[in-house]
T-cell receptor, first 114, second 113 residues
């Protein structure tokens, strides 16, 4: 089936540094998402991105977070600066339609902030 | 606010047992409802979805009925197998705010051989 690829699979950084998580969504999909999952807990919605804009974001999407998809390439989540509580697995997802379309998830990027 | 409630954090069954995972939702709109399954080390993948109230979705022996009256979308399977061991998430997308898909806390199913 359709695949969403995430790079890197695991990244370890020091608190205060910047990190960029990359997502290659399914090719004909138009809606992109990031979710955050702390170990053993539920997946929390961070942000939805469509047509170059953030359409919806949660309170977890702090000012230090940003998303973009320059020139139709990777959909990225940037955290600058990182904090200890940003340690989690970040899942990227994409969908073709907005109101009923299923989400296709990547395998996640595990971020460890020391 | 919108929410999806899964009360069971963990379910342990033996092979061929009947599975029932509870899910209720809360929203003012008319959501599309989903069950996602997440195997260890992988991202969630869609198990089934239902768009219209009172309809039933089914896949791989799993089924769930969209009950608008009780705002429930319980997941059932007649006979579970060890390979069904995974975390199951109930989720919804409200059509009036379609940009957000909300997940429940997940139910970890452990099937003993």
């Amino acid at each position: 089936g359709p695949k969403v690829l995430q790079i890197p699979s695991h990244q370890i950084i020091d608190m205060g540094q910047m990190v960029t998580l990359n997502c290659d969504p399914v090719s004909n999909h138009l809606y992109f998402y990031w979710y955050k999952q702390i170990l053993g807990q539920q997946m929390e919605f961070l942000v939805n991105f469509y047509n170059g804009k953030v359409m919806e974001k949660s309170k977890l999407f702090k000012d230090q977070f940003s998303v973009e998809r320059p020139d139709g390439s990777y959909f990225t989540l940037k955290i600058q600066p990182t904090a200890l509580e940003d340690s989690a697995v970040y899942f990227c997802a994409s969908s073709r339609r907005s109101n009923t379309g299923q989400l296709y998830f990547g395998e996640g990027s595990k971020l460890t902030v020391l | 606010g919108d929410s999806v409630i899964q009360m069971q954090g963990q379910v342990t069954l033996s092979e061929n047992d009947f599975l029932f995972i509870n899910c209720t939702y809360s929203t003012t709109g008319y959501p599309t409802l989903f069950w996602y399954v997440q195997y260890s080390g992988e991202g969630p993948q869609l198990l089934l979805q239902v768009t219209t109230a009172n309809n039933k979705g089914s896949s791989r022996g799993f089924e769930a009925t969209y009950d608008k009256g009780t705002t429930s979308f319980h997941l059932q399977k007649t006979s579970v197998q060890e390979i069904d061991s995974a975390v199951y998430y109930c989720a919804m997308r409200d059509r009036t705010n379609a940009y957000k898909v909300i997940f429940g806390k997940g139910t970890h199913l452990h099937v003993l051989p």
